[in-house]
Antibody
């Protein structure tokens, strides 16, 4: 079955950096685009970034553009999100999710917690 | 940029139908997707492409989309349906994914 497992979340100081990973299994990883979606405490879902199946096309939400970078290693079935210049407002659970029909997200991981605090 | 507007909360008695709306400019021209998020869990896709149900989603869940409003309908609500529900579209103008603010469904 399809499985997505995020890791790498931590407590980090403002201005710090972190790399999140999402390891996939149960499907042909290199056939699907993948997304990062975050959820701040008590708030709604916020889309962060998408990366195409071959890694050549990406889009990132304006609030993190220039600070976050999405990448993937298709040989390792792994999606990454590099977070730099972190701010307290980046505190959230970060989910990875698979692209599907019409721009929907059909499978989600359980998420990894990022806390930005001094 | 595209903004999707949902009511913050909807309350319904068990066995009754529940409707959750998602408003946006000309949203009827886009494919709308709906997610259910129970407390402490990751979201689950319950409706895609306006009205399609993924495998395993009960027939009680249905969707519609026209003009400036999309609607998720749950017929015969059960206690287990209590959750936050989010609508979402892919904005082809910006190539960004957009979520509504979410609606908390309370089963009385």
């Amino acid at each position: 079955q399809v499985n997505l497992v995020e890791s790498g979340g931590a407590v980090v100081q403002p201005g710090g950096s972190l790399r999140l990973s999402c390891v996939a299994s149960g499907f042909a990883f290199n056939n699907y685009g993948l997304n990062w979606v975050r959820q701040a405490p008590g708030k709604g879902l916020e889309w962060v970034a998408v990366l195409s199946n071959d890694g050549t096309s990406q889009h990132i939400t304006d609030s993190v553009k220039g600070r976050f970078t999405v990448s993937r290693d298709n040989s390792m079935d792994t999606l990454y999100l590099l977070l730099t210049s972190l701010r307290p407002e980046d505190t959230a659970v970060y989910y990875c999710a698979r692209d599907w029909e019409g721009g929907s997200l059909d499978y989600w991981g359980r998420g990894t917690q990022v806390i930005v605090s001094s | 940029s595209l903004v999707l507007t949902q009511p913050p909360s909807v309350s319904v008695a068990p066995g009754m139908p529940a409707g959750i709306t998602c408003g946006g400019d000309n949203i009827g021209d886009k494919s709308v997707h709906w997610y259910q998020q129970k407390a402490g869990q990751a979201p689950t896709l319950v409706i895609y492409d306006d009205a399609e149900r993924p495998s395993g989603i009960p027939e009680r869940f249905s969707g519609s989309n026209s003009a400036n409003t999309a609607t998720l309908t749950i017929s015969r609500v059960e206690a287990g349906d209590e959750a936050d529900y989010y609508c979402q579209v892919f904005d082809t103008y910006s190539d960004h994914y957009v979520f509504g603010g979410g609606t908390k469904l309370t089963v009385l």
